[in-house]
Structures are given as structure tokens and as C-alpha cells.
């Protein structure tokens, strides 16, 4: 019989035994729920994009297509017509087949606002900087929140109180609006920042100081708009969590060890009331991107947003549906990232799975 | 010590015979038949109207509510309280700053902006309202159900919910808008409640849910309930709070997704409401000396945002006692001088009863 | 007069990812009018499960349950006039009524639902059930439960199971949560109740004391099968069953002096 390490007779059997043996477990059953879900919602947002021209007056295809009448090759027309169903011998289900074999191409149409380049391509160019901006930001105003709410929550009926109806208030602002006003102060009057693009005109696009300088300067603005915005949410959703905690018996147990305050605020209250935040982290980041598109037509930032409003001006479908499925893949994405990061993070999931 | 039996005749005798020893009984035994004393005045209608309002009653879902009233009576009286038709043009007086004859200024022709304003009150709180009613009568019928229900049936209305969470709400709404001309208003308010049912449906679904197994709901079916009693009588008046919340939740989006899509140009500007006033305002290049005209539009935005969450925020803490009593406990020990988050317990010695214990020495010695 | 059986009853629970759990394994008894059963038996016994069954919230997995010969029906009036026939008071006062409704609410459904009396009747009718259980009908009738104690909650909870005049009450724990103090002034109603309906009562408890003192018979229910079932001195004053001998010795007996607590763990009984 092997020597083993005496194991606690009351834990024999329990899941915390088994789990404790083994390490960490990697919580696949979680892991895969999501991502069935994740699934699912993609194959929602193609579908609800499959029949959205379908709905469409007959007249608005037609006119759409007698615009770029002469200027598309016939593959592009023949993409076109899949897309928008004007093909009425083939029948609906052959139609939606089509349409995904499209999409796994790769192929999303053509855009006429842009002189016929693939909708691909122009959605390639522009994506980065919003990508840039909104992980940015959203993180800078994640941890900026979170830290404020923890310290506020700790702090209970603190002067430090009154930034939660401040940041509530800033909260409900629209996005364009508070751009508008930052524009309106620190660019035209103040001088301190550019007013739009993500860069001037003439500077060398590339790795060097002077046009990452410029990216800099130019995203600033449009970065504190976000921050200012969605920073009010994180704050009160992190202080009503703080408090829901710092009721717990085990804060005051490390309280009566002696531990340090900083300590028991970061370490043990912070550290616990965030993962609920992370959660919410995937739900923000979708208003995140609605607020973003508006603001990018303020500041003319030539991001996906921008590529959007300009495609609705010109009525180009093509291109509209193809920034709506880029972006539901982007937040799904995100979404993704974060359930991992929940998943790593809380123990109990990982428990779960022994 | 009384016996057992004695207890069932308490709650039917004079409040003279219930001096009895302390733990015989429950507490509250004696609390209630002796206020039972006084005929209780029967549950008329105002009266449980009165307690189901009690969510409102503490400051600030008082002061975000006389924000919506204001808002609401600007609305209704519009055509009373502003100077001017807000489509009049003047083209002598354009690009005026604020003064007597116009209060917030004119615009590029001559339009009275603050009239503009009070007739777009309309515009917002009609489509705003409207959107909200549509998109949490959906939540209620997805959320309540799906919570109701066992298994997949349940999954998968969640997962609908789910997916309409995830999916960004501009983007679709501004694809779906652009598909028409000239929508009308309900339809507007269609689009804007397609995007808002979902979370109030999670929400209700996660009550429902903890709800359905809760014993009275279990004796309901016993009794033989049928469904839609079950569902209306006993579980939704347990459901109104979260209503609520997802009520001004779900109009604070509404009125933000309009003004954006009026802002966008997505919707006609047939409907004037404040987002218009920005579109027009950010057409005619605005920005930034004429403040007069895109500063009010966006802090009217604001305000009523305010005002919303406000609201929620009261609903909140009568939901949550937790959170409305953990400031106060705070500043209470704060000004009795001990900080609550010292590790170590302070011992307070009552100075006052030390004074007079000493007072009360003094004067045996003499 | 009603009699209900009980027959070789089994109920397995499918739980997700733990494979399968088995609540209650051939079970039978038989309750008639005016017979009070005690069930007793530790927590995840199965006691719950029994009436869950009985108030047809669950299915049993295998067997049957018979009223007067019958089996119980799934669906439809005949399972609206079973339900009639049996009732149930839950364990938790604070959980069994209905927050938002008052007392008379409460006890007003099932007299509708059951048409037991007519309709300019039912508010008489809800007076004297109050009556019955001894509360204060004008002073209970529109308030809330929540300005009620645990006992007076409890009193309503029995009178609206007595509201369709049943034959048959299942009693899940009914005192457990109350004040002990309190807990046989409910009892003793419960029994008086009994005696002049003739009702069939099962009560289901974890307390030997109280099983013996209000019950004819007492089955004792160990992981989900039963391990003794006779009169109720019998099983308490001479158990057969290893499971029914450790239940009994572990009830504090107030008589026998025990020491400190170190001399207990040391050697004690258990």
C-alpha cells in the first residue's frame, strides 16, 4: 500500500478534496456554454442581416442598383444580386446557403460609396482605430472606475460620495454632446488638441515618432469623451458591490486579524467585488460601441463608426451590412475575452468543473 | 412562566393580560394585538396605493420625479409656455445670442430655439414613452414566462434575450431605421424598443425564477390556481419593484437612442424632438460660437437622464436596504468620532453618565 | 370517509451532471380519516418528497398513489376535486403566504376556486375559519403577512387549508420554524382541528417528541426508505431499527444530566 499524505477524513469525497489534487482545471463546461451561445448569436445577427434587404421596399434595391449600373465587374453584380434576393428563380433556402458560402469567403458585397472597392477592404482600413480607441479607453475607464467605486464603497458616506451622482450624471450625457463641448473648449479655443482625423494630412503613415506623436494627440479628445461617459457606470456598479461585501463576515475576520486597511480594501474587498463587474464588462462594451460611432462622425475619426454614418447618408446597404456584422463579431469577441477571464479568475467556476 | 396554551388567547384578550415574562411568546405577538387594539382602517384602494408608493418616498426618486413632472407639464403646455412657433423663421434675427425677446437665441433663420426646446419636450417624452411601453411589455411577457417555465423552453427564451443584449444596439437600430423614408412615430418607437426589452427580461426572468419556488407560490398551485392567475395575481404585484427599475432603465436608453438617431439624421426630422435641434445645429456649423443653440438641447438630455436615474436610484434602495442605510450608519459613528473602518473596536466611554456618577459621589461625601 | 394509499412508491431525481438520486425507494402506508401518521426522519430523508407527491407538485418515478382505491388523477377536474380532498401546511410561515396580498385574500382563493360555499357567503365563511384557528378575524382580515408573527402566519396557513373542508392534511414540519414556546398551542390545534373534522393527517417532522405526542403511528423514513413503521409508543419506547435507536438517543433528554461538554465529546453517546 502506498504512503499517502494523511488526507482530512472530513473532506473525503467532497468536490474541494478532489479539486485541491488535482490543480487547476481548465472549467470547459462553462467555457463551451458560452461559446455555444456566442455561436448562436452569430448565426442571429448573419440571419437578421440575410432578410433585412429582403424587407426593403423593392424600389430602394433597384435604384441601388441603378446607381452603380456600368461600374461593377459582373462577379460584383452577381454578389450584389445574391445578397439582396433580386434573383427570384432561386429559391429562398438555395439564397440563404449562398449568402454564408459568401460570407466564408469572405466576401461581403461591394461598396459604392467607396468607388466599388470590396466592402472588406474598407472595413479593414477603418477598423483599427476604432479597435485602438475603444480597447483603450474602455479599459483606461474600467480601471479608473473600478478603483474610484472600491475606494468610494470603502469610504461609506465619505465626502468622496458625491462623484457617484456626479459620474451618474456624466452617465447620461450622449457621447456626440460631451465631444461637441470638448471640442468646443480644448480645440477651437483653447488650442490644446486637434479637432478631428486621427491625423494630419501629409504625415507619413508608419513607425515613426512623429506620426505615432499625432495618433496621440489626435485620439486624445475623442479618448477622455469615452472615459467621461462610461466612467459612471463602473463607478456605481463597483461601489454597490463594495458595499454588498464589505458585509461580509470574512472581511471582518481579516479586519480582526490585524491586517492592514489597504490590504483588506485591494486584496480582499476590491478583489472580490470586481468579478460581477467583469461580467457587466461584455454588456458595457456594446453601449461603449454605440456611443463610439457618433462620436467618431463628431470628430471625424476615420474609424468603422464614421464608415457607417457616411454609408447610411449614401444608402449603401452593402457596406451597412457589413460593418453590422463586423462589429457583432468584434463584441462577441470582447464577450468572449472576458467570460475567460471570469472563468479564470473565480474560483467557484473552476470548481465546479471537478 | 404561562403555558403554551395561553398564547393562542392572547392574540384575542385585552393588552392589560399580555404583561408577561420576556421570551414567552413571539415579540411581535404583542406588538400586534396590542395595536389591534384600534380597529385597523380596511385596506381601501388609497391606502395600498400609498404603501405601494413608499418606493418613492425618500429624496431622491422624490426629486427625480418633480423633474419629470416639470418635464411632463412643459410637454402638455408646450403650445402656452413657448413664445414662438418653433418653425417660424425670421431671417432678420438670426444667430441672435439669448435675450428678452428670445431666450436661448435664434438659429441660423431665425428660429426661436428656446421655443424649439419646449416643443421638442414633446417629441422626446411621446416617442420615449412609448418605446419604453412597448419594450418592457415585451420583458414582462419574455421575462415572466421564461422564468415560469422549466427547460429548454426556458433556455432558449433566454437566449433570445441574450442575444439581443449582446448584439449593439445602435448599429442595428440606425440598419433598421435607414430602411425607411419617413417612418411613423410608433414605428420609431418600435425600433428604439426592439433594442431595450432584453435586459429587462434577464432581469425578470432571474426573479421569476427565484420566485416560482417560493412556498406561497407552490400552495397557489396546490389550490389549483390556474396558470394565469398564478402568473398575474400572485406573482407580478411581487414583481413590481423590478418593473419599475427596468421601466426608467429602459427609458433612460430610449430617450438617449432618439436623440442619437435624430442626431445621426437616421430619422426624418419631421419629429422634432432635442436631437433634431443638434442635427441642425451641427449642419449648420455651430461649433462652437453659437453655444446658445447646442448647449441647452444636450444638458435638457442630461437632466432628464438625471432625473431617470434618480428615480431608479430610489427604487434601488428601497429594494436593497443595504445600500440606504450603510452611508447613514457611517456618518452616525462618524460623528460620534469612531471611523467604521477601524480594525480595532473603540471603547466609547459615556462621559456624560461618568459626570453625573461623579456629581452623585460629591454630593454623598458631603 | 377517505382513505389514502400510499403503494410501493419510488422517485428518482435526474441531477445534471451527478447522475441520479434517489429520494424515496418503495414506500407505502395507508392514512385513513381521523388517523394522524407521523413521518419522521433527518433531513434529505425523503420527507419532502412524500409531499410534494401527495400534492401532486411531483410524479413518483414508480407505484402509485390511491385515493379510497383510485388512482390519483394527472390532470383535468378530477385532479381539481383530489386536490380538493388533500391539503397541505408548508413549513416556513414566512414563505408560505404571499407577501402582497392580505389574509383574506388568502383564504378567499381556495373557497372560490372551490366553490365551497356561495358567493355572498365567502366572506362569513372566511370569519369563521379565522375563528377557528383562534384569531382575531377583524383584526387579522386586511393585514398584510408581514405584520403578522410566525404562529399567527401559521394559524392562517391552516385555516386555508382547512378552507375546501379536505379529509385529508399533510403537515410538512408545521411548528419547526416557531417558537418552541408557541410550537404546541399549534399542535394541540392542529389535533382539536382534527378531531372535529375527522381529518387524516400526515405530519411530517425531524421531532421524535412532538411525532409521539400528537401521532397514532409513526414511520421513520432513513434515505429515502422506510426502516420502522408502528404505533407511536412502540417505535419510541422500544425500537426495533439500528437508524430509529440512534434518532432517539440523540434527543437531549431533559432528565439526565450530562456535564460539561468536554466530558461528552470525550466518551458520549453518538
Known sequence: MSVETPVDPTLVGTMAARAERRGVRIPWRFIGGRAAFYAFTLWAAITINFFLPRMMKGDAVSSYMARSQGQLTPDAEKALRAMFGLDTSVPLWQQYLDYWNMLFHGNLGVSISTGMAPVGEAIASALPWTLGLVGFATVISFLIGTSLGAVIGWKRGGRLDVFVPITTFLGTVPYFWVGLILIAVFSTTLGWFPAGHAYELGVEPGWNADFIGEVISHAALPMITIVIVSIGGWVLGMRNMMLTVLDEDYITVAQAKGMPNRRVLWRYAARNAVLPQIQSFALALGFIVSGTIVMEMVFSYPGIGLLLLNATSAKDYALMQGIFLVLVLAVLVANILADIAYAILDPRTRQTEA | ?366 | MTTLEFKNVTKIYNVRGAGQLKALDDVSFTLGPGQTIGLVGQSGSGKSTIAKILTQLETPTSGEVLLDGTPVPRSGKRLRKYRQQLRMVFQDPFASLNPSHSIRHHIERPLRLDSVVPSKEVDGEVRRLLQRVRLDADAVIDRRPHELSGGQRQRVAIARALASRPALLVADEPVSMLDVSIRLGVLNLLAELQSQEGLGVLYITHDLATARHFSDEIIVLNQGRIVEHGTADDVILRPKDPYTRELRAASPDPEKHFGSLAAQTSGGAL
Open chain 2, 1 to 366: 412562566m404561562t403555558t403554551p396554551a395561553q398564547e393562542s388567547q392572547t392574540v384575542t384578550q385585552d393588552a392589560q393580560t399580555l404583561a408577561q415574562p420576556a421570551g414567552v411568546g413571539a415579540p411581535e405577538t404583542l406588538a400586534v394585538a396590542v395595536a389591534d387594539r384600534q380597529r385597523p382602517t380596511k385596506a381601501t384602494f388609497w391606502s395600498q396605493l400609498k404603501a405601494s408608493l413608499a418606493m418613492f418616498s425618500n429624496p431622491k426618486s422624490a426629486t427625480g420625479l418633480i423633474i419629470m413632472a416639470v418635464f411632463i407639464l412643459v410637454a402638455i403646455f408646450a403650445p402656452w409656455i413657448a413664445p414662438y412657433d418653433p418653425n417660424a423663421q425670421n431671417l432678420n434675427e438670426t444667430l441672435q445670442p439669448p435675450s428678452f425677446e428670445h431666450l436661448l437665441g435664434t438659429t441660423h433663420i431665425g428660429q426661436d430655439v428656446f421655443s424649439q426646446l419646449v416643443f421638442g419636450t414633446r417629441g422626446v417624452l411621446v416617442v420615449g414613452f412609448l418605446a419604453t411601453i412597448m419594450a418592457t411589455v415585451v420583458a414582462i411577457i419574455v421575462g415572466v414566462t421564461a422564468g415560469y417555465l422549466r427547460g429548454w423552453k426556458s433556455e432558449s427564451l433566454s437566449a433570445l434575450s441574450n442575444v439581443f443584449l449582446v448584439i449593439p444596439g445602435l448599429p442595428l437600430m440606425i440598419i433598421v431605421a435607414s430602411q425607411f423614408d419617413d417612418p411613423p412615430l410608433w414605428l420609431i418607437a418600435a425600433v428604439l424598443g426592439l433594442t431595450g426589452w432584453a435586459w429587462g427580461a434577464r432581469v425578470l426572468r432571474a426573479q421569476t425564477m427565484s420566485l416560482r419556488n417560493r412556498d406561497f407560490i407552490q400552495a397557489a398551485r396546490a389550490n389549483g390556481e390556474p396558470l394565469h392567475r398564478v402568473i398575474l395575481v400572485e406573482m407580478l404585484p411581487n414583481l413590481l419593484a423590478i418593473i419599475a427599475s427596468s421601466f426608467v432603465g429602459t427609458m433612460t436608453a430610449a430617450v438617449l437612442g432618439l436623440t442619437t438617431l435624430a442626431f445621426i439624421g437616421v430619422i426624418p426630422v419631421s419629429n422634432l424632438n432635442w436631437g433634431t435641434i443638434l442635427f441642425w445645429a451641427q449642419q449648420n456649423n455651430a461649433f462652437p460660437e453659437y453655444w446658445w443653440w447646442y448647449v441647452p438641447a444636450g444638458l435638457c438630455i442630461a437632466l432628464l437622464g438625471v432625473a431617470l436615474s434618480l428615480i431608479n436610484f430610489g427604487i434601488d434602495e428601497y429594494v436593497n436596504p443595504r445600500l440606504r442605510s450603510a452611508g447613514e450608519r457611517a456618518r452616525a459613528m462618524k460623528r460620534k468620532g469612531i471611523n467604521i473602518n477601524n480594525a480595532v473596536t473603540q471603547v466609547r466611554t459615556d462621559s456624560s453618565a461618568a459626570g453625573s456618577a461623579e456629581h452623585t459621589r460629591e454630593v454623598k461625601t458631603e
